[in-house]
């Protein structure tokens, strides 16, 4: 079983913005997204994703919090594009800076769209209680607040959020 060890932070400036060693534009969609997840009809979500030239299935496990099942296999991009057509209920977009700290490397997603101004950074782990730098630029963690998963920003853009939302975390 495939597991992905995962924390998730709000970004503060942009300070990393000097650090990041390569940035790529990521186009997503969800085969089975927040609806199916919200009215318990599905135990994970189906993502299609291109980066790039390549193009993968994602299947995680709903779940909350930084420990989660994810398996994700390869896929032909024009079979992607066609998915993220016809069978999403909408395109998430984002450029995703790669940002190597201290032995680390962050992944921060600069959002677009409907959801721009979000500002995202993400860090694997082997191991869920791993020790991890904390550049001056990464802020609140929010890997248990469902809200700023990819899933839930299709269905609830950032834009659409209050200025309360968007300050205060939300009860786990």
């Not at 420990?67 to 296999?73: A, D, M, S, T, V």
Request: hydrophobic share 45%; aromatic share 6%.
């Amino acid at each position: 079983m495939a597991i992905e060890i995962e924390r998730k932070f709000l970004v503060v400036g942009d300070a990393w913005r000097a650090e990041a060693r390569r940035s790529e534009r990521m186009a997503q969609g969800y085969l089975v997204g927040a609806a199916a997840l919200e009215a318990g009809l599905a135990r994970a979500s189906v993502r299609v994703r291109i980066a790039g030239a390549d193009a993968r299935l994602n299947i995680k496990s709903a779940t909350l919090g930084i420990e989660r099942q994810e398996y994700e296999l390869a896929l032909p991009r024009e079979d992607a594009e066609r998915m993220l057509a016809t069978l999403c209920d909408g395109v998430l977009e984002k450029i995703r800076h790669y940002v190597p700290v201290g032995g680390h490397t962050f992944e921060v997603d600069e959002f677009l769209g409907a959801n721009a101004g979000l500002v995202v950074a993400e860090l694997e782990l082997p191991r869920a209680d791993a020790a991890h730098p904390r550049p001056p630029w990464l802020g609140r963690e929010v890997s248990a607040e469902a809200r700023y998963y990819n899933v839930n920003l299709i269905r609830h853009p950032y834009a659409r959020w209050s200025a309360a939302e968007r300050e205060e975390p939300t009860a786990c």
